[in-house]
């Protein structure tokens, strides 16, 4: 398995905008939904978003409204817009397959946001 590919990352003011991507196999992106999840230091990894091939999405009840998941099929990629960014998001983001992430993940991208 080649792992996911994050970028995007970096530091914003809170209220600000990021965009993250992630770049996948193109055998693993073709046939599963994709998600972003983050994690916190001292903290879980937790699902923020997903989407399916056909581009159904879903979003974690604190995203909704700010983060928007969507997908390039044509590129193997997975895009995270994040608006009106909290200080409550900084977090390191990974993109993986959904709901059953393989055991291998990417470097991530850390996402930090300043109050």
């Known amino acids: 398995q080649v792992q996911p590919v994050e970028s995007g990352g970096g530091l914003v003011q809170a209220g600000g905008s990021l965009r993250l991507s992630c770049v996948v196999s193109?055998?693993?992106?073709?046939?599963?939904?994709m998600g972003w999840y983050r994690q916190a230091p001292g903290k879980q990894r937790q699902l923020v978003a997903a989407?399916?091939?056909?581009?159904?999405?879903n979003y974690a009840d604190s995203v909704k409204g700010r983060f928007t998941i969507s997908r390039d099929n044509a590129k193997n990629t997975v895009y995270l817009q994040m608006n009106s960014l909290k200080p409550e998001d900084t977090a390191v983001y990974y993109c993986?397959?959904?709901?059953?992430?393989?055991?291998?993940w990417g470097q991530g991208t850390q996402v930090t946001v300043s109050p």
């Open positions: 993986n397959p959904y709901p059953s992430p393989p055991p291998l």
């Open positions: 193109g055998r693993i992106f073709i046939i599963n939904p």
């Open positions: 989407i399916t091939p056909g581009g159904r999405t």
